[in-house]
Protein backbone atom coordinates (compact mmCIF):
# COMPACT_ATOMS: atom_id res chain seq x y z
CA UNK A 1 0.00 0.00 0.00
CA UNK A 2 2.74 2.54 0.60
CA UNK A 3 4.46 1.77 -2.44
CA UNK A 4 1.13 2.37 -4.09
CA UNK A 5 0.66 6.05 -2.04
CA UNK A 6 4.48 6.85 -3.17
CA UNK A 7 3.93 5.88 -6.83
CA UNK A 8 0.49 7.96 -6.67
CA UNK A 9 2.38 10.99 -5.00
CA UNK A 10 5.62 10.35 -7.54
CA UNK A 11 2.73 10.69 -10.50
CA UNK A 12 0.98 13.42 -8.95
CA UNK A 13 4.08 15.48 -8.72
CA UNK A 14 4.91 14.68 -12.36
CA UNK A 15 1.64 15.99 -13.58
CA UNK A 16 1.52 18.98 -11.78
CA UNK A 17 4.53 19.79 -13.02
CA UNK A 18 3.73 19.56 -16.74
CA UNK A 19 0.87 21.63 -15.34
CA UNK A 20 3.05 24.03 -14.24
CA UNK A 21 5.16 24.30 -17.61
CA UNK A 22 1.80 25.43 -19.48
CA UNK A 23 1.37 28.32 -17.16
CA UNK A 24 -1.05 26.38 -14.64
CA UNK A 25 -0.25 27.38 -10.55
CA UNK A 26 -0.76 24.22 -8.55
CA UNK A 27 -1.13 22.67 -4.81
CA UNK A 28 -0.72 19.08 -3.47
CA UNK A 29 -3.84 17.45 -2.86
CA UNK A 30 -4.59 14.68 -0.60
CA UNK A 31 -6.93 11.50 -1.18
CA UNK A 32 -10.19 13.87 -0.81
CA UNK A 33 -9.50 16.34 -2.82
CA UNK A 34 -8.31 18.73 -0.13
CA UNK A 35 -5.08 20.49 -0.24
CA UNK A 36 -3.23 18.33 1.51
CA UNK A 37 -1.19 20.44 3.86
CA UNK A 38 -3.23 22.05 6.56
CA UNK A 39 -3.81 25.36 7.93
CA UNK A 40 -0.69 26.69 10.47
CA UNK A 41 -3.20 28.96 11.66
CA UNK A 42 -5.65 26.25 12.49
CA UNK A 43 -5.32 26.41 16.17
CA UNK A 44 -6.01 30.22 16.46
CA UNK A 45 -8.59 30.87 19.00
CA UNK A 46 -9.30 34.69 19.75
CA UNK A 47 -10.47 35.33 23.42
CA UNK A 48 -14.05 36.67 22.88
CA UNK A 49 -16.20 37.99 25.73
CA UNK A 50 -19.24 37.53 24.12
CA UNK A 51 -20.56 33.78 23.05
CA UNK A 52 -19.82 32.56 19.86
CA UNK A 53 -22.24 32.56 17.11
CA UNK A 54 -23.05 29.03 16.22
CA UNK A 55 -21.92 28.69 12.62
CA UNK A 56 -18.24 29.22 14.57
CA UNK A 57 -16.88 25.80 15.54
CA UNK A 58 -13.24 26.87 17.86
CA UNK A 59 -13.00 30.94 18.21
CA UNK A 60 -13.32 32.94 16.14
CA UNK A 61 -12.03 33.11 12.26
CA UNK A 62 -8.21 33.85 11.84
CA UNK A 63 -6.53 36.66 9.78
CA UNK A 64 -6.59 35.76 6.82
CA UNK A 65 -3.27 34.94 6.08
CA UNK A 66 -2.28 34.35 2.74
CA UNK A 67 0.72 32.84 2.98
CA UNK A 68 2.71 36.20 4.32
CA UNK A 69 3.31 33.89 7.18
CA UNK A 70 6.04 32.64 4.98
CA UNK A 71 5.01 28.76 5.78
CA UNK A 72 3.30 26.24 3.54
CA UNK A 73 -0.31 25.18 4.27
CA UNK A 74 -3.18 28.10 2.67
CA UNK A 75 -4.76 26.11 0.17
CA UNK A 76 -5.13 27.83 -3.02
CA UNK A 77 -2.49 30.92 -1.87
CA UNK A 78 0.47 28.06 -2.17
CA UNK A 79 -0.36 27.58 -5.62
CA UNK A 80 2.77 28.16 -7.74
CA UNK A 81 4.19 27.45 -11.23
CA UNK A 82 7.57 27.59 -9.95
CA UNK A 83 9.27 23.89 -10.04
CA UNK A 84 11.18 23.92 -6.81
CA UNK A 85 8.41 25.65 -5.01
CA UNK A 86 5.78 22.90 -6.32
CA UNK A 87 8.77 20.33 -5.71
CA UNK A 88 8.63 21.99 -1.93
CA UNK A 89 5.37 21.61 -1.32
CA UNK A 90 4.89 17.89 -2.34
CA UNK A 91 8.07 16.89 -0.15
CA UNK A 92 6.41 18.61 2.69
CA UNK A 93 2.90 16.57 1.78
CA UNK A 94 4.60 13.03 0.95
CA UNK A 95 0.92 11.77 1.34
CA UNK A 96 -0.74 13.69 -1.81
CA UNK A 97 -1.67 11.71 -4.55
CA UNK A 98 -3.08 14.73 -7.01
CA UNK A 99 -2.73 18.07 -7.34
CA UNK A 100 -5.12 21.39 -7.65
CA UNK A 101 -5.20 23.87 -10.22
CA UNK A 102 -6.07 27.52 -9.01
CA UNK A 103 -8.28 29.47 -10.55
CA UNK A 104 -8.87 32.94 -11.55
CA UNK A 105 -4.76 33.36 -11.73
CA UNK A 106 -2.48 34.86 -14.65
CA UNK A 107 -1.81 33.89 -17.41
CA UNK A 108 -5.03 31.74 -17.78
CA UNK A 109 -7.55 33.41 -15.47
CA UNK A 110 -8.76 29.69 -15.36
CA UNK A 111 -12.64 29.26 -14.60
CA UNK A 112 -13.93 26.11 -14.06
CA UNK A 113 -17.75 24.58 -15.07
CA UNK A 114 -18.16 21.33 -13.06
CA UNK A 115 -21.16 19.43 -14.22
CA UNK A 116 -21.79 17.35 -11.61
CA UNK A 117 -23.70 13.52 -12.03
CA UNK A 118 -26.56 13.52 -9.60
CA UNK A 119 -29.55 11.26 -9.44
CA UNK A 120 -31.92 13.88 -10.26
CA UNK A 121 -30.15 16.21 -12.41
CA UNK A 122 -28.72 16.17 -15.70
CA UNK A 123 -26.25 19.31 -15.94
CA UNK A 124 -25.20 18.50 -19.01
CA UNK A 125 -28.64 19.36 -20.33
CA UNK A 126 -29.09 22.39 -18.28
CA UNK A 127 -26.04 23.48 -19.67
CA UNK A 128 -27.19 22.81 -23.46
CA UNK A 129 -30.44 24.51 -21.85
CA UNK A 130 -28.56 27.83 -21.13
CA UNK A 131 -26.23 27.90 -23.91
CA UNK A 132 -29.47 27.65 -26.18
CA UNK A 133 -31.36 30.22 -24.41
CA UNK A 134 -28.54 32.66 -24.44
CA UNK A 135 -27.34 32.10 -27.52
CA UNK A 136 -23.76 30.91 -27.01
CA UNK A 137 -21.45 27.97 -27.56
CA UNK A 138 -18.82 26.24 -25.49
CA UNK A 139 -15.45 26.21 -27.77
CA UNK A 140 -13.50 23.26 -28.30
CA UNK A 141 -11.46 23.78 -24.73
CA UNK A 142 -9.78 21.06 -21.92
CA UNK A 143 -12.25 19.07 -20.63
CA UNK A 144 -11.65 16.78 -17.36
CA UNK A 145 -13.49 13.45 -16.75
CA UNK A 146 -14.14 12.59 -13.12
CA UNK A 147 -14.55 9.59 -11.37
CA UNK A 148 -18.00 9.77 -10.67
CA UNK A 149 -18.46 10.33 -14.31
CA UNK A 150 -18.87 14.51 -14.16
CA UNK A 151 -16.87 16.66 -16.37
CA UNK A 152 -14.61 20.04 -15.46
CA UNK A 153 -14.96 22.21 -18.64
CA UNK A 154 -12.00 24.76 -18.50
CA UNK A 155 -12.30 27.98 -19.51
CA UNK A 156 -10.27 31.26 -19.50
CA UNK A 157 -11.84 35.07 -18.52
CA UNK A 158 -10.35 38.08 -19.43
CA UNK A 159 -7.87 39.42 -16.48
CA UNK A 160 -10.27 42.31 -15.25
CA UNK A 161 -13.10 40.21 -14.58
CA UNK A 162 -13.56 38.18 -10.76
CA UNK A 163 -15.50 35.13 -11.52
CA UNK A 164 -16.62 34.15 -8.13
CA UNK A 165 -17.00 30.54 -6.77
CA UNK A 166 -21.16 29.35 -6.36
CA UNK A 167 -22.98 26.12 -6.21
CA UNK A 168 -26.18 25.51 -8.68
CA UNK A 169 -26.68 28.82 -8.89
CA UNK A 170 -25.93 28.94 -12.80
CA UNK A 171 -28.73 25.68 -12.95
CA UNK A 172 -28.57 22.89 -10.65
CA UNK A 173 -25.98 20.51 -11.05
CA UNK A 174 -23.46 23.18 -12.55
CA UNK A 175 -21.16 24.23 -9.82
CA UNK A 176 -18.19 27.43 -11.10
CA UNK A 177 -15.01 27.02 -9.89
CA UNK A 178 -13.46 30.82 -9.93
CA UNK A 179 -11.05 33.58 -8.12
CA UNK A 180 -9.65 31.44 -4.72
CA UNK A 181 -11.24 28.21 -5.85
CA UNK A 182 -9.29 25.25 -7.65
CA UNK A 183 -9.67 22.55 -9.98
CA UNK A 184 -8.44 18.57 -9.48
CA UNK A 185 -5.95 18.22 -12.29
CA UNK A 186 -5.98 15.73 -14.67
CA UNK A 187 -3.89 12.74 -13.61
CA UNK A 188 -4.96 12.65 -9.59
CA UNK A 189 -5.57 9.96 -7.92
CA UNK A 190 -8.96 9.92 -5.40
CA UNK A 191 -10.53 7.65 -3.13
CA UNK A 192 -12.72 7.70 -5.93
CA UNK A 193 -10.92 7.13 -9.03
CA UNK A 194 -8.31 9.24 -11.32
CA UNK A 195 -8.95 12.30 -13.24
CA UNK A 196 -8.34 12.42 -16.73
CA UNK A 197 -8.66 14.47 -20.13
CA UNK A 198 -11.32 13.59 -22.31
CA UNK A 199 -10.23 12.41 -25.66
CA UNK A 200 -8.94 14.86 -28.09
CA UNK A 201 -9.21 17.85 -25.11
CA UNK A 202 -5.19 17.42 -23.37
CA UNK A 203 -3.83 19.24 -26.35
CA UNK A 204 -5.66 22.30 -26.09
CA UNK A 205 -5.52 25.72 -24.04
CA UNK A 206 -8.52 26.51 -21.98
CA UNK A 207 -10.18 28.33 -24.70
CA UNK A 208 -12.13 32.35 -24.07
CA UNK A 209 -15.11 31.96 -21.84
CA UNK A 210 -18.32 32.91 -24.05
CA UNK A 211 -19.01 36.97 -23.04
CA UNK A 212 -22.49 35.61 -22.48
CA UNK A 213 -21.59 32.97 -20.30
CA UNK A 214 -19.47 35.31 -18.47
CA UNK A 215 -21.88 37.99 -18.06
CA UNK A 216 -23.95 34.76 -16.45
CA UNK A 217 -21.13 34.43 -13.84
CA UNK A 218 -20.12 37.67 -12.82
CA UNK A 219 -21.89 39.18 -10.10
CA UNK A 220 -23.91 42.75 -11.67
CA UNK A 221 -22.40 45.66 -11.45
CA UNK A 222 -22.81 47.11 -7.60
CA UNK A 223 -24.51 51.49 -7.98
CA UNK A 224 -21.97 53.75 -6.70
CA UNK A 225 -24.67 54.80 -4.18
CA UNK A 226 -24.66 51.17 -2.49
CA UNK A 227 -21.04 51.29 -2.50
CA UNK A 228 -19.48 54.59 -0.75
CA UNK A 229 -16.35 55.68 -1.35
CA UNK A 230 -15.69 55.98 2.48
CA UNK A 231 -15.60 52.09 2.37
CA UNK A 232 -11.83 52.64 0.11
CA UNK A 233 -9.86 49.70 -0.48
CA UNK A 234 -10.14 48.31 2.56
CA UNK A 235 -13.73 47.18 2.47
CA UNK A 236 -13.39 46.50 -1.44
CA UNK A 237 -10.76 44.21 -0.26
CA UNK A 238 -13.34 42.58 2.49
CA UNK A 239 -16.17 42.29 -0.08
CA UNK A 240 -13.45 40.15 -2.40
CA UNK A 241 -12.40 38.09 0.71
CA UNK A 242 -16.18 37.11 0.90
CA UNK A 243 -16.54 36.62 -2.31
CA UNK A 244 -13.32 33.98 -2.58
CA UNK A 245 -15.31 31.74 -0.37
CA UNK A 246 -16.66 28.45 -0.99
CA UNK A 247 -18.68 25.72 0.47
CA UNK A 248 -17.40 25.41 4.39
CA UNK A 249 -16.13 28.78 4.54
CA UNK A 250 -19.07 30.77 3.49
CA UNK A 251 -20.36 32.18 7.32
CA UNK A 252 -16.68 32.44 8.65
CA UNK A 253 -15.68 34.12 5.57
CA UNK A 254 -18.67 36.84 5.81
CA UNK A 255 -18.50 37.17 9.88
CA UNK A 256 -14.92 37.42 9.39
CA UNK A 257 -15.24 40.15 7.16
CA UNK A 258 -18.39 41.95 8.70
CA UNK A 259 -16.40 41.95 12.47
CA UNK A 260 -13.57 43.91 10.71
CA UNK A 261 -15.80 46.80 8.63
CA UNK A 262 -17.88 47.31 11.74
CA UNK A 263 -14.41 47.75 13.87
CA UNK A 264 -13.07 50.28 11.33
CA UNK A 265 -16.56 52.07 11.26
CA UNK A 266 -17.93 50.99 7.94
CA UNK A 267 -20.04 48.07 8.77
CA UNK A 268 -23.31 49.95 7.99
CA UNK A 269 -21.93 51.35 4.27
CA UNK A 270 -20.75 48.01 3.51
CA UNK A 271 -23.16 45.87 4.96
CA UNK A 272 -25.58 45.30 1.19
CA UNK A 273 -22.17 45.17 -0.20
CA UNK A 274 -21.37 42.04 1.83
CA UNK A 275 -24.58 40.81 2.15
CA UNK A 276 -24.66 40.66 -1.45
CA UNK A 277 -21.27 38.67 -1.82
CA UNK A 278 -22.50 36.52 0.68
CA UNK A 279 -25.66 35.83 -1.37
CA UNK A 280 -23.26 35.04 -4.36
CA UNK A 281 -21.63 32.11 -2.77
CA UNK A 282 -24.64 30.25 -1.93
CA UNK A 283 -25.91 31.88 1.44
CA UNK A 284 -29.53 33.10 1.31
CA UNK A 285 -30.09 36.68 2.16
CA UNK A 286 -31.99 35.76 5.75
CA UNK A 287 -28.54 33.64 6.56
CA UNK A 288 -26.47 36.60 5.50
CA UNK A 289 -27.90 39.31 7.48
CA UNK A 290 -28.33 36.89 10.53
CA UNK A 291 -24.80 36.51 10.36
CA UNK A 292 -23.78 40.47 9.93
CA UNK A 293 -26.34 41.06 12.86
CA UNK A 294 -24.01 38.87 14.90
CA UNK A 295 -20.60 40.60 14.00
CA UNK A 296 -22.57 44.01 14.94
CA UNK A 297 -23.18 42.89 18.42
CA UNK A 298 -19.88 41.18 18.75
CA UNK A 299 -17.86 44.16 17.06
CA UNK A 300 -20.16 47.25 18.76
CA UNK A 301 -18.85 48.42 22.22
CA UNK A 302 -21.91 48.18 24.20
CA UNK A 303 -22.60 51.00 27.35
CA UNK A 304 -20.21 50.83 30.30
CA UNK A 305 -17.65 48.56 28.00
CA UNK A 306 -16.17 51.31 25.57
CA UNK A 307 -12.44 50.92 25.64
CA UNK A 308 -10.50 53.34 27.57
Not at 197 to 216: D, N, Q, V, W
Not at 255 to 279: D, Q
Amino acid sequence: MATTDRQATTLALAHALSAAERGLAVIPLSRTKLPALRSPHRDYAAPSPLPAPPFEQVGSPPPPCHGECGRFGHGVYDASTNPRRIRELFAAAPWATGYGIACGLPPHHLIGIDLDTKSDTDSSAALRELALRHLFTIPATVVVLTPSGGRHVWLSGPPEVVVPNSAGRLAPGIDIRGAGGYLVGPGSRTEHGVYGTAPGTAHLAPAPCPPELLRLLTPPARTPHRAPSATGRHGQGLVQFVLAAHEGQRNTRLFWAACRAYENGIGPELAHALTEAAVRTGLTEREARSTLASAARMSTPHRGQEPD
